[in-house]
Antibody
Framework: EVQLVESGGGLVQPGGSLRLSCAASGFPFNIYWMGWVRQAPGTGLEWVASIVQAGSNKYYVESVRGRFTISRDNDQNSLYLQMNSLRVDDTAVYYC??????????????WGRGTTVTVSS | SYELTQPPSVSVSPGQTASITCSGDKLGDMFVCWYQQKPGQPPLLVIYQDTKRPSGIPERFSASNSGNIATLTVSGTQAVDEAEYFCQAWDSSTSTGVFGTGTKVTVL
């Protein structure tokens, strides 16, 4: 079964840091782009970051560039999101997603169930 | 920054057709995806590359994309189709993504 399972969310104070992890299974992790999408409470979806298969190229939404770092470990079938200098408006459910560059032109075709990040004093 | 605009809500009677629009500058030059999200669940891909349905998505879901508007159509709408729907475009020149504002579909 194709699966993505996020972990690492929690409550953190403004200015703090958090590292999210995503464990992938059921598919050849190293041939797909991977990404993070977030959803603030009661609002819509926001693409956060994506990373290419080998991890050499990374892309970010402007609001997190310089604060967040996406990375991956293909040996461990894992995706990460290091979040620094967190702000109250980073509060959201963070979803790990698979992006297929071959068949569906980077569509986010597999989603995890999400992990909740709350930034509050 | 690039923006995609959707109507906040659409209402439809069971068995009728629901159409959801997504507008953005020169959107027809990009590939559009559509996602369905039900309360408490992650989004589900229902359309990719403007018009294609992933395996397992019913044929009543169809879509188009031209000019500045992409449209998701749900024909013969069922109660199970009640959800929020988001369009999404991927800018291949910058490798960045953007989601639409979302449309809540209510089946009356």
């Amino acid at each position: 079964e194709v699966q993505l399972v996020e972990s690492g969310g929690g409550l953190v104070q403004p200015g703090g840091s958090l590292r999210l992890s995503c464990a992938a299974s059921g598919f050849p992790f190293n041939i797909y782009w991977m990404g993070w999408v977030r959803q603030a409470p009661g609002t819509g979806l926001e693409w956060v970051a994506s990373i290419v298969q080998a991890g050499s190229n990374k892309y970010y939404v402007e609001s997190v560039r310089g604060r967040f770092t996406i990375s991956r470990d293909n040996d461990q079938n894992s995706l990460y999101l290091q979040m620094n200098s967190l702000r109250v408006d980073d509060t959201a459910v963070y979803y790990c997603v698979r992006q297929d560059p071959y068949v569906s032109y980077y569509a986010m075709d597999v989603w995890g169930r999400g992990t909740t990040v709350t930034v509050s004093s | 920054s690039y923006e995609l605009t959707q109507p906040p809500s659409v209402s439809v009677s069971p068995g009728q057709t629901a159409s959801i629009t997504c507008s953005g500058d020169k959107l027809g030059d990009m590939f559009v995806c559509w996602y369905q999200q039900k309360p408490g669940q992650p989004p589900l891909l229902v359309i990719y590359q403007d018009t294609k349905r992933p395996s397992g998505i019913p044929e009543r879901f169809s879509a188009s994309n031209s000019g500045n508007i992409a449209t998701l159509t749900v024909s013969g709408t069922q109660a199970v189709d009640e959800a929020e729907y988001f369009c999404q475009a991927w800018d291949s020149s910058t490798s960045t993504g953007v989601f639409g504002t979302g449309t809540k579909v209510t089946v009356l």
